[in-house]
Each structure stands twice: as structure tokens, then as C-alpha cells.
């Protein structure tokens, strides 16, 4: 008989998600597009840069075809930011997730590859471009200084394991140069993203004190990674299920109690409307 499997996903998992996540790579050589399952790839032509899949850019960066640009929110001056202001200007919420994108801006960055390498019909009819893979959206490569997307830390971590060298390059020289940098700006951003993790974690147990009290408070989790809300699943589930259960406890005391004092009042009442009955049928 199978075990039955736990709720959500696990670290792993959400990882694997996160390598449809768009990334901006510098091509080394050419490459033409590739047809997938999700749709073509847009053909590589150096030094001209190109949205990617993380999946696919990893890929040709163990092959040394291409660099990979680490996205402008793993910069060390947007983590220090948004440490900031998770610290100190809003203490109570997490940091607001990137602004879902127009369907068509040409300030964004890689506009023009996308729209020579990605077909048109992709776009959603309300004017606001869908997040899927292959499309570019405010998950990764758009999303700006001082937000984290969706998935911030599984590309971090991918990022920092596979392409350490091309966060160094552009954290020291604002370029990817393949090498080019010490390896003292990639422990920096080690070290900021580690500090981020704690903070939020904190952040997260803490927050679940709202929901202390039978009836429960609101928690808002906008803003909340993928990784945080996989792995916070449980223990906030399990918060929820206590609650739930001190609550129901409470009501079910508070119901008896109630029940006890009218049980008791009745039947005082009771016993005096017979006493004075048995003394009317003396009289008659």
C-alpha cells in the first residue's frame, strides 16, 4: 500500500518549477531556434542578449556558449534595499511583488528581442502579457530593482550555483564578463540573501499570531515566495489546525457552561413552583 503523499510541494519540486522562469543570456556563438514543447527558442546572435528559459540558459552556460545576466533584483544594492525595507519601513509585511508588466512597453528591457524572437498571438487580450513559459512577464529577467518575483530565491540559488563567475562579473563591473569578477561580490550577495531568508522567515512565523483567538485574524501572505510558502506549509497548517481546535474547544466549554447555569436556574425555579403548589392543594 503507498503512503499517502504530504500536501504542496516540496523544494525540489518548486525548483523544478522555477526553471521554466525566464533569464537574459549573452550568447557566445550562434545558435538557431530550437522548437520545444512550449514553443520555438529565439535564435542567439552575439553579442545581442536573449530571454531564455533558466533551464536552457544553465544548460549553455556548463557549455560555455553563453553568460548568463543576473536579473536587476539580485543586484547587492536591491537585496540591501529590500532588507531595508523589510526591516525597517514595514516591519509587519513582506515586500510587494513585481508590477505585472503592459503588453506592450518598449522601455522594458529586451523588448525588441521578444518581439522578433516570440509570436505576437501570445499576448492576452485584456492587454496584460500572461506569465507562462516562453513569455516574457515580471518573474525573473523584468522584474525590476527592488522586487523580488515569484520565484527569488530557487533562481537565486541556480544562479549562484551554476553562474557564480557571471554574478560576480556584473555586480563588479555592472557587465557580465564571464569571469571578469572577484569572487567577493558573488559571497556578498550570498550573504545578503541569507540575511533576506531569515528576516522573511522570521517575518512568517511571526505573522501567524494574527491568527491566535477563536475566530481566527487575517493573514496576508502577498508577496510570498514559491520556496517560503512550500516550505512554511506545514507549519502554518499546523497553526491553523490548533487554532481551529482551541477554538472549537472554547465554544464547546462555553456551551456547556451556559447549559449548566440555565439547567440550574429551571430547575430551582421548578422545585419552588411546587412547593407552592403542594401548598395550595393543602389549603383546598
Known sequence: ??????????????????????????????????DLLG???????????????????????KQRRANILPPAWLHPSSLAEIIRRETRDDPDAFSPPP????????????????????????????????????R?????????????????LEVAEALLTHAGDDIAGATAGGTTTGG???????????GLLRDLVEVRAAKMRSSTARLEGFGGGLMSLRG???IELAESRGFVLGVVDGVRKVGASAEAARREDEEEEGGGVGGGRGDGFGEEESDEDMGI
Open 39 to 61: 514553443g520555438k527558442t529565439p535564435s542567439l546572435r552575439p553579442p545581442h542578449r536573449t530571454d531564455l528559459p533558466l533551464w536552457l540558459a544553465l544548460l549553455l552556460k
Open 99 to 134: 508590477p505585472i508588466p503592459s503588453r506592450a512597453d518598449p522601455s522594458r528591457p529586451g523588448f525588441a528581442a521578444r518581439q522578433q524572437g516570440l509570436d505576437s498571438t501570445q499576448d492576452g487580450e485584456d492587454g496584460i502579457r500572461i506569465s507562462a513559459p516562453f
Open 136 to 152: 516574457g512577464s515580471a518573474c525573473t529577467a523584468d522584474a525590476p530593482a527592488g522586487y523580488l518575483p515569484y520565484h527569488w
Open 180 to 190: 571578469g569578477g572577484t569572487g567577493s561580490s558573488a559571497g556578498e550577495v550570498r
Open 1 to 34: 500500500m503507498a503512503l499517502p503523499l504530504p500536501s504542496g510541494l516540496t523544494h525540489a519540486e518548486v525548483a523544478f518549477v522555477a526553471e521554466m522562469e525566464l533569464v537574459t543570456v549573452v550568447p557566445r556563438q550562434r545558435l538557431e531556434s530550437i
Open 224 to 226: 510570498v515566495g514559491a
